[in-house]
């Protein structure tokens, strides 16, 4: 029997935008515990859910103001509880956002370094340094906020004069924590003891790679060696890990941590899933990857390499809270992913990007290791590139200038129904709008008309899920590559599964003897035979 986390199909719950169970326009607990028996009738193994604790909601719940209470937007402590047990009960696993680079500036450990003024033991926990120049005033080094613009923020004490400055890599409303500070530490093993005694199997850590800067936070100077980076992958991160990993290696059940661990080197990101430290992390380059066979291969290649020697499996996301839409990325000329220009507003011909999406999920699902399904990928969703300026919340938009337009339109709430408060979004009752506007045309994509089409997103996303506990979860994580021709990708699993893709544009022959299990596109007959239309995938049993 192998750990379930190890080819767990693991469903990502954004709260603000999954379901409004009490009517004001933002999704909440009450929400998702109404929706329960569709997750467990998608058939996915775990729910994560995106941070729900306290919170100003600068950066959509990543600046944390109370990491042991649930935000009244949501719902309360109690009902988080009852959540985890009810998810328990349909056989759902939970894993929760831990976000230890940065709280919130409403965290009553910011509020207490601001009012405890200069020299203050309280300011340790965070990174004040005064600044440079003849009086303070330019900040004191080089580095960028992730989120545009300085990566500090200047204060003013009590008196009114001009104080230090603090870090904060994100919004400046997100203060990072002094990792070398003991109380940090503590505080943070505590947090963990907090959840896991509430039952949850696990935790996604927000900016895995980030805790731990480089001693002295130096310049990152003019040309940098983005394997070298004074704010990132510092080599002291990993014993919080493993310090972190005793911990959770003491409670009962099988529980994990997944890491948010973006890095430029598959050694440096190998290094966090080694056996002692996270037991998986997302694998953002197959994410970043563009819908061309030979990029997808040597992706997968390159996952399969980095995680065999480290013992982790490998996991396959397509789509989260921070990127597009795959089914809009799918459709443009250019397919690949780049966080730091995602070129929203690119045409994308959607038809085309639907077609792929299938495809690129069947893909996903048949490749040995954990699958990620982003809210609303099962429902084929594209991104709502048109959201007017005066809507918008992200705080990329707002700290770019509008440069950047950020990552609201991939955070729209579900549609339900094909009618209703916000499409079923909210109930009939609802006294408030959706937080962000559905666009006009997305009755068909709801989940009520996609359960009754046997050829919906849905029904696909339920078949496929389904198939694959059937057949491939058991399997040995390993795969052998089959001579095909040029553009398609094909691959056996053990057991005779075979897994064919053509990601080229015209029909290529299936073989003749095998037995169809399930495709993303109805198979066409030629002269020859049946034939895979283009950018499609098929589930082949070779027996
Ligand atoms: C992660 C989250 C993102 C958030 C950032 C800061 O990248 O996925 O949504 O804005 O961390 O916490």
Same mark, same amino acid.
């Given at each position: 029997?192998?750990?379930?986390?190890?080819?767990?199909?693991?469903?990502?719950?954004?709260?603000?935008?999954?379901? #409004?169970?009490?009517?004001?326009?933002?999704?909440?607990?009450?929400?998702?515990?109404?929706?329960?028996?569709?997750?467990?009738?998608?058939?996915?193994?775990?729910?994560?859910?995106?941070?729900?604790?306290?919170?100003?909601?600068?950066?959509?719940?990543?600046?944390v103001?109370?990491y042991?209470?649930? #935000?009244?937007?949501?719902?309360?402590?109690?009902?988080?509880?009852?959540? =985890?047990?009810?998810?328990?009960?349909?056989? $759902?696993?939970?894993? =929760?956002?831990?976000v230890p680079n940065h709280c919130s500036?409403?965290h009553?450990w910011f509020?207490?370094a601001?009012?405890?003024?200069?020299? !203050?033991?309280?300011?340790e926990r965070f990174w004040f340094?005064? /600044?440079?120049?003849?009086?303070?005033?330019?900040?004191?080094?080089?580095?960028?906020?992730?989120?545009?613009? !300085?990566?500090?923020?200047?204060?003013?004490?009590?008196?009114?004069?001009?104080?230090?400055?603090y870090l904060h890599m994100?919004?400046?409303?997100q203060p990072d924590l002094n990792w070398e500070h003991?109380e940090v530490r503590?505080e943070f093993?505590?947090i963990?003891?907090?959840?896991?005694?509430? /039952?949850?199997?696990?935790?996604?850590?927000?900016v895995?790679?980030g805790l731990a800067k +480089?001693?002295?936070?130096? #310049?990152?100077?003019?040309?940098?060696?983005?394997?070298?980076?004074?704010?990132?992958?510092?080599?002291?991160?990993?014993?919080i890990?493993?310090?972190?990993? +005793?911990?959770?290696?003491?409670?009962?059940?099988?529980?994990?941590?997944?890491?948010?661990?973006?890095?430029?080197?598959?050694?440096?990101?190998?290094?966090?899933?080694?056996?002692?430290?996270?037991?998986?992390?997302?694998?953002?380059?197959?994410?970043?990857?563009?819908?061309?066979?030979?990029?997808?291969?040597? =992706?997968?290649?390159?996952?399969?390499?980095?995680?065999?020697?480290? /013992?982790?499996?490998?996991?396959?996301?397509?789509?989260?809270?921070?990127?597009?839409?795959?089914?809009?990325?799918?459709?443009?000329?250019?397919?690949?992913?780049?966080?730091?220009? +995602?070129?929203?507003? #690119?045409?994308?011909?959607? @038809?085309?990007?639907?077609?792929?999406?299938?495809?690129?999920?069947?893909?996903?699902?048949?490749?040995? /290791?954990?699958?990620?399904?982003?809210?609303?990928?099962?429902?084929?969703?594209?991104?709502?590139?048109?959201?007017?300026?005066?809507?918008?919340?992200?705080?990329?938009?707002?700290?770019?200038?509008?440069?950047?337009?950020?990552?609201?339109?991939?955070?729209?709430?579900?549609?339900?129904?094909?009618?209703?408060?916000?499409?079923?979004?909210?109930?009939?009752?609802?006294?408030?709008?959706?937080?962000?506007?559905?666009?006009?045309?997305?009755?068909? $994509?709801?989940?009520?008309?996609? @359960?009754?089409?046997?050829?919906?997103?849905?029904?696909?996303?339920? @078949?496929?899920?389904? $198939?694959?506990?059937?057949?491939?979860?058991?399997?040995?994580?390993?795969?052998?590559?089959?001579?095909?021709?040029?553009?398609?990708?094909?691959?056996?699993?053990?057991?005779?599964?075979?897994?064919?893709?053509?990601?080229?544009?015209?029909?290529?022959?299936?073989?003749?003897?095998?037995?169809?299990?399930?495709?993303?596109?109805?198979?066409?007959?030629?002269?020859?035979?049946?034939?895979?239309?283009?950018?499609?995938?098929?589930?082949?049993?070779?027996?």
């Amino acid at each position: 029997m192998t750990h379930w986390w190890r080819h767990a199909a693991i469903y990502q719950i954004y709260v603000r935008s999954f379901a #409004d169970g009490d009517g004001d326009g933002t999704g909440d607990l009450a929400g998702v515990r109404n929706r329960l028996p569709y997750l467990r009738e998608l058939g996915v193994d775990a729910l994560w859910f995106t941070p729900w604790y306290t919170s100003p909601m600068a950066d959509g719940g990543y600046d944390v103001a109370d990491y042991r209470d649930i #935000d009244p937007l949501f719902g309360t402590l109690a009902e988080a509880e009852r959540l =985890v047990e009810e998810a328990h009960t349909h056989g $759902l696993r939970v894993l =929760v956002d831990l976000v230890p680079n940065h709280c919130s500036d409403q965290h009553h450990w910011f509020q207490e370094a601001l009012a405890a003024g200069p020299g !203050s033991a309280a300011r340790e926990r965070f990174w004040f340094l005064p /600044g440079r120049g003849e009086s303070g005033e330019l900040p004191p080094n080089d580095w960028h906020s992730y989120f545009g613009g !300085s990566a500090w923020t200047r204060i003013t004490e009590a008196d009114g004069t001009p104080g230090p400055w603090y870090l904060h890599m994100f919004a400046p409303q997100q203060p990072d924590l002094n990792w070398e500070h003991p109380e940090v530490r503590a505080e943070f093993e505590d947090i963990l003891h907090f959840w896991l005694r509430r /039952g949850v199997d696990g935790f996604r850590i927000d900016v895995a790679h980030g805790l731990a800067k +480089k001693p002295g936070l130096p #310049d990152v100077g003019p040309d940098p060696d983005p394997t070298d980076l004074p704010y990132q992958d510092h080599d002291d991160v990993h014993d919080i890990y493993r310090s972190w990993r +005793k911990i959770l290696d003491g409670y009962p059940g099988d529980r994990i941590f997944v890491g948010e661990v973006w890095l430029p080197s598959a050694e440096q990101f190998a290094r966090y899933l080694r056996p002692d430290e996270l037991h998986s992390a997302f694998n953002f380059d197959f994410l970043c990857s563009s819908w061309e066979p030979a990029a997808l291969r040597d =992706v997968v290649d390159s996952t399969l390499a980095a995680h065999g020697p480290v /013992g982790a499996p490998p996991t396959w996301v397509l789509s989260n809270h921070d990127t597009i839409r795959h089914v809009t990325r799918y459709g443009r000329a250019d397919t690949s992913f780049d966080m730091g220009d +995602k070129r929203l507003g #690119d045409p994308s011909d959607l @038809t085309l990007g639907r077609r792929r999406a299938r495809a690129a999920a069947l893909l996903t699902m048949a490749l040995p /290791g954990g699958v990620y399904i982003y809210q609303g990928d099962e429902l084929g969703l594209p991104e709502v590139q048109d959201l007017p300026d005066a809507v918008l919340q992200d705080p990329t938009f707002l700290r770019s200038g509008g440069a950047d337009r950020g990552r609201d339109g991939c955070r729209i709430p579900l549609p339900w129904q094909p009618g209703g408060a916000a499409l079923g979004f909210s109930p009939d009752a609802a006294t408030a709008a959706p937080w962000l506007p559905q666009p006009a045309d997305w009755a068909p $994509l709801s989940v009520a008309e996609q @359960t009754a089409d046997p050829d919906s997103f849905l029904t696909l996303y339920r @078949t496929a899920l389904a $198939l694959r506990s059937a057949r491939l979860t058991a399997l040995p994580e390993t795969l052998t590559w089959v001579d095909t021709p040029p553009d398609t990708l094909c691959f056996d699993r053990a057991g005779g599964f075979r897994c064919l893709v053509n990601a080229t544009d015209t029909p290529v022959p299936l073989p003749p003897d095998a037995t169809v299990l399930l495709s993303s596109a109805p198979l066409e007959e030629s002269a020859e035979g049946r034939v895979l239309p283009a950018d499609s995938t098929v589930w082949l049993d070779m027996n």
